[in-house]
């Protein structure tokens, strides 16, 4: 295929790896994040830490928009579609994400809620003209990659006229979820979690740009370097983090310069700006609630807006007793350090949200690389 | 099935007609859709005996094989076939990779209240090409009319039997370390043809289903003298599924190698735009073998030469582990689990 198996191929991986091995200092060792549920799957799927040295560690971060999901957002899409019977639709990974007393949207749809996966949010406004006689609710989740089409699908709804869509907007900031992790007691102060700088968001980074990493570069003195989804874009940023280390720098630097540039996609931002306006705050799952980290629906498209629409109050739900998403997701645990790990949550049956998507730390680690505990 | 006296029976309108509740029925109207539609096109001497089931001559030698398979397939039509040669090849590929040499098929309908009795046509004449095709005769079957809303369209289960060879048979139970494992063709055609022609999608792709029957390349890989352990139709959950059904029956583990899976690039292209995995992407005209590794290049070569073999190709082997892993050195150097398949990739595809 061709743009793509030039980025998969494993005799370039083969050099990456020798030059990483050649440039990482024996004597200490690297700690980098992966911001990104997309590169925490391409590390996994591609066997990438296969070719890292030891000294060299990546830590899953909280990038999956379906693990960041608190319970109580999907508790609120189970009620629309079994108590206001309306349409729900909604993105794939979203269906099977744990909700209160057992529930999940995809169990919710076996009990008689009308609950429908679409591929985009374009797709939902079409159920809505499709269907006039049902209430169709899009629930909108993800970070900024999938905020301007749901934009797109509010404006398009305007102009239609449309009486019978709306969205449950669920939508989180990238930079807010760093922000805590940076700020988290394990990092700042304990020094629990060593980090020693970022693998930045690939496609968020075409939204919004290179720029708002910088704050976290200088401020926290990380160096950032954006990366594609993948492998070779993942093997490069960390040799490229390897060079901030080792020569005592903190910067954005942008591996990913084929998609993303400083400024990021004006028009995306102006669309999304028109739209959506910061919520003052937002429950995430693992990071608590957290001040200015998610959108809501701007007052003049109140009418597309699911919570005013409809009667739902937002009740804080807390995770499973022994679900330890939260450590996981803030990089302080990893996926086989949790007691329910493969036991009692796995991929069909998950108790957490990271064992949900296939970009969720814990179902990547079930998934593809679980034979490294066997061993 | 009696014989109706024509005269007084208008014929169905094939062309405008749909089917009804009376289609179901048990009565007249039921005989006549089973007489010009079904026998019409399925007709052999067993269908033609008439009775409640066929009755068969003694197979001889060897012990039966009988297997079934449901098929839900959704939408009806797809590039590369329909849910009618679908059924047919589905169920004998199940018997034929037992080793069996399949004889007959049954068939049963469920059809729903208002399904157009030019696409029955369609799908029955479909069948019958396949069965003719592959030798294998529909020799019993039965009717079902639902109610509209609680089908969807039609629904065909088909049952096979044939017969193998004493001490012949294959099992999933077989293979041993050291065994090779080969694919005789490209993965997820099926699916992906299928997927593309959802609606929802709107792409258009080049990719055909490559449903068919495989008893005539099996037969000719058994006549080769390899000591084959294992035959599987890879189909639902794709090969990644068959192989972990085949590593925990036999209790062992295996080792792929990513770069020699064969892959048509639309279908790589288009797993890749929708973000699906090919190696959990159905295949309904593709199996996988285990044979011993000093016979692997012979049965390869002999694959290669059979028409629905000759993308075939060798694509790991099996060794001892007791956590009876499928495992996978990737094209980028590293490895991974290939894994069940958690949940539904792919909504009905067969």
């Not at chain 1, 499709?130 to 169709?136: A, D, I, L, N, T």
């Not at chain 1, 009418?303 to 450590?327: I, M, N, Q, T």
């Not at chain 1, 790990?341 to 957490?352: L, R, S």
């Not at chain 2, 069948?127 to 003719?132: F, K, L, Q, S, T």
Request: charge should be negative; glycine fraction near 10%; proline fraction near 5%.
């Amino acid at each position: 295929m061709k743009f793509i198996d030039e980025f998969r191929d494993g005799e370039v991986a083969r050099g990456l790896a020798e030059a990483i091995r050649r440039e990482a200092n024996p004597a200490r060792s690297y700690h980098f994040m992966e911001f990104c549920g997309g590169h925490t799957h391409a590390i996994s799927r591609y066997g990438v830490t296969d070719l890292l040295p030891d000294n060299v560690r990546m830590i899953h971060g909280p990038g999956c928009p379906v693990c960041v999901l608190p319970i109580g957002r999907v508790d609120q899409a189970i009620r629309l579609a079994l108590e206001q019977d309306v349409t729900l639709s909604t993105y794939g990974d979203c269906l099977r994400v744990p909700a209160s007393g057992g529930l999940s949207l995809m169990k919710a749809k076996a009990r008689g809620g009308d609950v429908r996966m679409v591929y985009s949010s374009a797709d939902a406004v079409a159920l809505a003209q499709k269907h006039p006689e049902r209430q169709v609710v899009f629930f909108a989740i993800g970070f900024e990659t999938t905020t301007p089409p749901t934009a797109v699908a509010i404006k398009q709804a305007a102009a239609l006229g449309l009486k019978n869509f709306s969205v449950l907007c669920c939508h989180v900031l990238t930079p807010s979820a760093i922000s805590s992790i940076l700020e988290s007691p394990e990092v700042r102060q304990w020094g629990t979690v060593p980090l020693d700088g970022f693998v930045g968001p690939a496609h968020v980074s075409t939204i919004i740009g290179s720029r708002p990493y910088e704050f976290f570069a200088e401020e926290y003195r990380k160096p950032v370097v954006i990366a594609g989804f993948e492998p070779l874009d993942v093997m490069q940023a960390i040799r490229m983090l390897i060079r901030q280390v080792n020569e005592g720098r903190a910067e954005v630097e942008n591996e990913f310069s084929r998609a993303v540039d400083r400024d990021g996609n004006r028009k995306a931002q102006q669309l999304v700006a028109e739209v959506f306006e910061m919520r003052k705050q937002f429950e995430w799952r693992g990071l608590n609630v957290l001040p200015y980290s998610a959108l809501r629906i701007r007052s003049q498209f109140a009418e597309f807006d699911a919570e005013k629409r409809f009667p739902l109050d937002y009740a804080s739900v807390p995770d499973h007793k022994a679900c330890e998403c939260g450590a996981i997701l803030r990089g302080v645990k990893r996926p086989q350090d949790c007691k329910i790990f493969g036991t009692v949550c796995t991929p069909e049956n998950p108790v957490g949200s990271c064992m949900v998507s296939s970009e969720g730390a814990c179902a990547a680690h079930y998934t593809y690389g679980r034979y490294r505990d066997v061993a | 099935m009696s014989e109706i006296r024509k005269n007084y029976v208008r014929p169905l309108d094939i062309k405008h007609g749909q089917i009804d509740m009376a289609h179901g029925s048990g009565g007249r109207a039921m005989a006549q859709l089973i007489e010009e539609l079904f026998a019409k096109h399925l007709g052999n001497e067993f269908l033609g005996q008439g009775d409640d089931g066929a009755l068969l001559p003694h197979p001889g030698e060897g012990r039966l094989v009988m297997a079934t398979d449901a098929h839900v397939v959704s939408p009806l039509f797809f590039p590369g076939g329909d849910i009618g040669c679908l059924s047919v090849h589905g169920t004998i590929n199940d018997v034929a990779v037992m080793g069996a040499k399949p004889l007959w098929l049954s068939a049963s309908f469920v059809l729903e209240e208002g399904f157009k009795l030019a696409d029955l046509e369609r799908i029955v004449r479909s069948m019958a090409d396949a069965a003719r095709a592959a030798g294998v005769p529909v020799v019993t079957g039965d009717t079902k009319v639902v109610e509209r809303g609680k089908g969807d369209g039609v629904f065909i289960t088909t049952t096979g039997v044939g017969v193998v060879a004493p001490g012949k048979a294959l099992s999933g139970r077989y293979a041993r370390a050291g065994d090779a494992i080969l694919i005789s063709g490209t993965l997820g055609d099926h699916g992906m043809a299928i997927m593309a022609e959802r609606e929802s999608l709107g792409f258009d792709s080049p990719i055909v289903s490559d449903t068919a029957a495989l008893h005539g390349l099996i037969e000719e890989m058994r006549a080769s003298g390899a000591d084959i352990h294992v035959l599987r139709d890879p189909t639902r959950g794709g090969l990644a599924t068959t192989l972990n059904e085949i590593a925990r029956q036999s209790g062992v583990g295996m080792m792929l190698l990513e770069k020699d899976l064969p892959l048509k690039p639309a279908v790589n292209a288009a797993c890749e735009f929708l973000g699906l995995d090919p190696l959990y992407v159905a295949n309904e005209g593709k199996l996988v073998a285990i044979c011993a590794k000093q016979d692997a290049e012979l049965l390869l070569a002999t694959m290669r030469a059979h028409p629905l073999g000759s993308d075939a190709a060798i694509i790991g082997s099996v060794h001892e582990d007791a956590q009876h892993f499928v495992q996978m050195t990737t094209g980028f150097g590293g490895k991974r689990i290939v894994d069940w398949l958690s949940g539904e990739q792919l909504p009905r595809i067969c």
